[in-house]
């Protein structure tokens, strides 16, 4: 895991959950397809969103927002979502995972990133879970390997389009130094 949750959620403000922060971070790495040099960036902004001056706190942001750039731009598919733990009830962790869904949307959205027909499957996907009925949801084992595959199919298509955003990134970068040549 990232960080240990408890800590992270005791350093956010009431009423923002930690799958809504990470959902946030995500979005905006994956939109801006910033690297391990624009994290410092990302975490001051998100200081400033929280409202926060705190040294400890930027410190505690930087770590998340390091560790999660890492995971997503792994070899090794590293990338893991923060959203309640085995331990909760599957419905708890279905609505965290829809919110996460919903807070990584919005980050992503915020920077109109051109994707593919595969990206915009993607996007439709997470479109979809953050829409998920979560009170619907019994307690069962059916239910938690739905869950499973889903958070799974999540992970992946948060990778789809980092990886996207960075191909589109260094396009650019391509035919910007093809201009200037």
Do not use: K, Y
């Not at 706190?57 to 930087?62: K, M, P, R």
């Amino acid at each position: 895991m990232i960080a240990d949750q408890d800590v992270i959620r005791a350093l956010l403000p009431p009423g923002l959950s930690v799958a809504r922060f990470h959902g946030t971070v995500a979005g905006l790495l994956c939109a801006e397809g910033a690297g391990e040099a624009n994290s410092g960036v990302l975490a001051r902004g998100l200081r400033e969103l929280l409202g926060s001056s705190d040294g400890d706190l930027d410190e505690a942001l930087l770590d998340v927002v390091a560790a999660t750039s890492a995971g997503l731009d792994s070899f090794e598919l590293e990338f893991e979502l923060m959203v309640p733990d085995d331990e909760s009830p599957v419905t708890e962790r279905l609505a965290g995972l829809a919110e996460w869904c919903a807070a990584f949307l919005d980050a992503f959205r915020s920077a109109d990133a051109i994707l593919d027909e595969e990206g915009e499957e993607a996007l439709a996907d997470l479109d979809a879970i953050a829409e998920l009925d979560t009170e619907a949801a019994e307690e069962d084992d059916e239910v938690e390997l739905d869950f499973v595959a889903v958070a799974e199919h999540v992970r992946i298509a948060v990778l789809l389009l980092r990886a996207s955003t960075q191909f589109e990134t260094d396009e650019e970068d391509v035919e910007d130094d093809d201009e200037a040549g």
